[in-house]
């Protein structure tokens, strides 16, 4: 007997793939990955954008995530690429899909792929550590003496169990300074900046945060604030990390843009937060 194949017309043919960076801020940082998903998926029925679907008998939207930060983190830099069955403006459908969303979970940029490898553009993140109750002395002291080490293992709770690995091989850059009151009654705290290459098994904010234990007995009070500000293209020789989407902004001012339709009757409002809209 033949495989059974699913009843009505293929899907629609992919016409236009962009690219998105949004923010997971406040208490949204809490937000699992697979709770992102459900109410960005919300977000594309409720702005009317002509996703395309897969095929088989459970279609499901064409969405690509790279790299999600981990719950409980808050990020400036999280991306994922939708495909299109109809071309659209990227920046006015990245702000109806951000008026769609919830406040926190925010699009932040939109620019038409031009290019291929978003996913292996991604090959570093930086990193904020607040550390409340920590003097910045403290801080300082601890990071001469992880950046001293060659060699930082610490431990990991994973599905097949404990799993040692090192957590200074992948550290670019680590630096503690001061991060000023938020309030009157409260106090300055250090803060780190982390630069971290994407490795695998990946070395994430709190494998840096055990190792800071491990090596100079460095354990806040209470948990680290801990917020990814980009995520991109690493500069071994500065340590610095560049956004991913250049490439793609780059190629569309080379060549003419993808034929693009309204993306619905009504003006859409701009984008929340800080935007950076890629033109198209």
Not at 10 to 36: C, N
Not at 72 to 85: K, M, N
Not at 154 to 170: H, L, M, P, S, Y
Not at 220 to 227: C, F, G, K
Request: with cysteine; glycine share 8%; aromatic share 4%.
């Amino acid at each position: 007997m033949g495989k059974r194949q699913p009843e009505g017309p293929p899907p629609a043919p992919v016409a236009q793939r962009i690219r998105l960076r949004y923010t997971k801020r406040g208490r949204l940082r809490f937000t699992s990955h697979r709770d992102f998903q459900r109410a960005f998926e919300r977000a594309l029925r409720r702005a009317g954008v002509p996703m395309a679907y897969s095929a088989g008998f459970t279609p499901h939207p064409k969405v690509s995530y790279a790299n999600a930060a981990p719950t409980g983190t808050g990020s400036e830099a999280e991306f994922l690429e939708i495909a299109l069955t109809e071309p659209r403006d990227p920046g006015k459908l990245g702000a109806l899909l951000d008026a769609s969303l919830p406040a926190g979970l925010d699009v932040v940029d939109a620019v038409e792929a031009r290019t291929s490898g978003l996913a292996d553009r991604l090959q570093a993140s930086l990193w904020e550590l607040r550390l409340p109750g920590v003097s910045p002395e403290e801080a300082r002291g601890a990071v001469a003496a992880f950046l001293a080490a060659e060699l930082v293992e610490v431990e990991r709770r994973t599905k097949n169990g404990i799993r040692t690995f090192d957590a200074r091989a992948a550290v670019v850059r680590l630096e503690a300074g001061e991060s000023p009151a938020d309030g009157p009654g409260d106090t300055a705290c250090a803060i780190l900046r982390l630069v971290v290459r994407h490795a695998t098994p990946a070395v994430r904010p709190d494998d840096v945060l055990s190792g800071l234990r491990a090596t100079a007995d460095l354990a806040p009070p209470v948990p680290a604030a801990v917020t990814r500000l980009a995520q991109g293209l690493l500069d071994e020789e500065s340590g610095t990390v560049t956004d991913p989407l250049v490439p793609d902004r780059e190629a569309v001012t080379a060549a003419p843009p993808t034929a693009a339709v309204p993306a619905a009757a009504t003006e859409a409002p701009p984008f929340g937060g800080a935007a950076q809209v890629g033109t198209a």
